[in-house]
């Protein structure tokens, strides 16, 4: 059965800190892997990852893939509490396929 | 439409009766998933629709959750004699063909069982 599995499930930083998500995976199909920000109901895109090495960059976030070792980070750096929310990882095994979801990092970020 | 739409936003039902849910994607957009939150869980996945493919009913979780979709576009998802485990929060993405995209969420429809 696939699996996707996230760490640390929560996590409590003060504004300006770094962190790093980590999300790693077992899959029989691998296509990508996609990271989403969920606030309150629908979760919105972050990147999508496909190539090990490559880092994906948007502002203070940042991600990256590793397919030997089948896993991800994603980082933020210099944390606003607009950063606040969960973060969910997951993987694409295929054309013909689910997405197959983290349960997620609630990160918060205090003042 | 500009985005995915649910359906209602939230629903309140009785223990018992049957609900629907209703997912409007992106047009163009021939993959269709139906996932499922429960309070402080991660996305559990129920169904998905490739074009014209019969569709990956693994995750529904009994007989009494069943989806169609029609003409390749919206897509309703039925729940048959609610029962309180089934409240949650139902979330539709979609997705444009087969292509190695991302997948783009509605805002869910939040369901209440009393």
């Known amino acids: 059965e696939d699996k996707v599995v996230q760490s640390p499930l929560s996590l409590v930083v003060h504004e300006g800190d770094t962190v790093t998500l980590n999300c790693s995976y077992e899959?029989?199909?691998?296509?990508?892997l996609l990271w989403y920000k969920q606030e309150k109901k629908a979760p919105t895109f972050l990147f999508m990852l496909t190539s090990s090495g490559i880092e994906k960059k948007s502002g203070r976030l940042s991600s990256i893939l590793d397919k030997k070792e089948l896993f991800s980070i994603l980082n933020i750096t210099a944390t606003q509490t607009g950063d606040s929310a969960v973060y969910l990882c997951a993987v694409d095994t295929g054309t013909a396929s689910k997405l197959t979801f983290g349960t997620g990092t609630r990160l918060q970020v205090t003042l | 439409g500009a985005g995915v739409s649910q359906s209602p936003s939230n629903k309140v039902t009785e223990k018992g009766k049957d609900v629907e849910l209703r997912c409007d994607p992106i047009?163009?957009?021939?993959?269709l998933y139906w996932y499922r939150q429960s309070l402080g869980q991660g996305l559990e996945f129920l169904i998905y629709f490739q074009g014209n493919s019969a569709p990956d009913k693994s995750g529904l979780p009994s007989d009494r959750f069943s989806a169609e979709r029609t003409g390749g576009s919206v897509s309703t998802l039925t729940i048959q004699r609610t029962q309180q485990e089934d409240s949650a929060v139902y979330l539709c993405?979609?997705?444009?063909?087969?292509?190695?995209?991302?997948?783009?969420f509605g805002q869910g429809t939040r369901l209440t069982v009393v």
């Open positions: 993405a979609s997705k444009k063909g087969w292509a190695n995209t991302e997948a783009f």
């Open positions: 899959v029989t199909n691998f296509r990508s």
């Open positions: 047009s163009g957009h021939t993959a």
